[in-house]
């Protein structure tokens, strides 16, 4: 990270479905929230814009096309990662055949020497799992020295991760990478449905008094099903502050150990 004026993060893995979306909001572009940086998040898919959700986050996002047309593609990428933004970065690559297309382009334009960190999520199961070391290894034959971090994603139980990720734990290559769990939860769809990251919304005060304000009104008026809903999400919003002390902080920790080669 010496002599850079930002930091390149791509989250990145064969399989749709895994997880980077989450990852790449929730985990990565919040650390450099945590850390008080500039961060854009870019998302590299023609399809999913999961990102525009978030329209009340601090994170400015952007969705880019990826050209199909490998020549095209290569351009593209050489001009993401030479323009002359200051700003940290989060990259959330589209999965199957962008995925690919994507890294063959980082590969052939040598811009994977600007690339800071690979994040590589997956959601548990055998053929899930497979796909992630596929992903690891077109990294690692592109730059043999990448730093790497993973991601087990999904996570039902955290006491019991070690039999959802059962193929994980048991591949020698594999688990020598560091890697973050990062647990399904209400307050991420709570995150979704109010437009900002769950690091936010767990220190948000005002947006949990706006919420009990309408759950004091919805008693006044014995309104049952607001105040169900309501009091539901007063729950689920606190919850958001214990995934962010229990996961989301942990998982900065983790991101910064990894990037400053500790891990």
Wanted: hydrophobic share 35%; with cysteine.
């Amino acid at each position: 990270m010496k002599n850079q004026k930002n930091v390149n993060v791509i989250v990145v893995n064969t399989k749709g479905g895994a997880g980077k979306s989450t990852t790449a909001m929730q985990i990565v572009s919040t650390y450099f929230l945590a850390k008080g940086q500039g961060v854009e998040l870019l998302e590299l898919d023609n399809q999913n814009q999961d990102a525009k959700i978030f329209s009340k986050s601090k994170i400015k996002t952007t969705q880019i096309n990826v050209d199909a047309n490998a020549k095209d593609l290569n351009q593209t990428v050489r001009d993401l990662f030479l323009d002359e933004n200051k700003n940290n970065r989060g990259m959330d690559i589209g999965g199957n055949a962008t995925t690919s297309n994507f890294l063959q382009s980082l590969k052939s334009t040598h811009m994977h020497n600007m690339v800071d960190l690979f994040v590589i999520p997956m959601s548990g199961g055998s053929q899930d799992f497979k796909n992630a070391k596929d992903t690891l290894e077109m990294i690692l034959n592109m730059k043999s020295n990448a730093k790497i971090l993973l991601v087990l994603s999904r996570v039902r139980n955290p006491k019991r991760v070690q039999f959802q990720y059962g193929d994980f734990f048991q591949d020698e290559k594999s688990k020598k990478y560091p890697y973050i769990i990062l647990p399904e939860s209400d307050c991420i769809d709570l995150s979704r449905k109010l437009k900002k990251t769950v690091y936010e919304l767990a220190q948000d005060e005002q947006e949990k008094e706006n919420i009990n304000q309408k759950l004091l009104q919805a008693f006044d008026k014995n309104d049952k099903n607001s105040i169900y809903s309501y009091s539901l999400i007063l729950e689920i919003f606190e919850d958001s502050q214990h995934y962010k002390t229990e996961v989301i902080d942990v998982a900065h920790q983790m991101l910064d150990e990894v990037l400053n080669g500790k891990k």
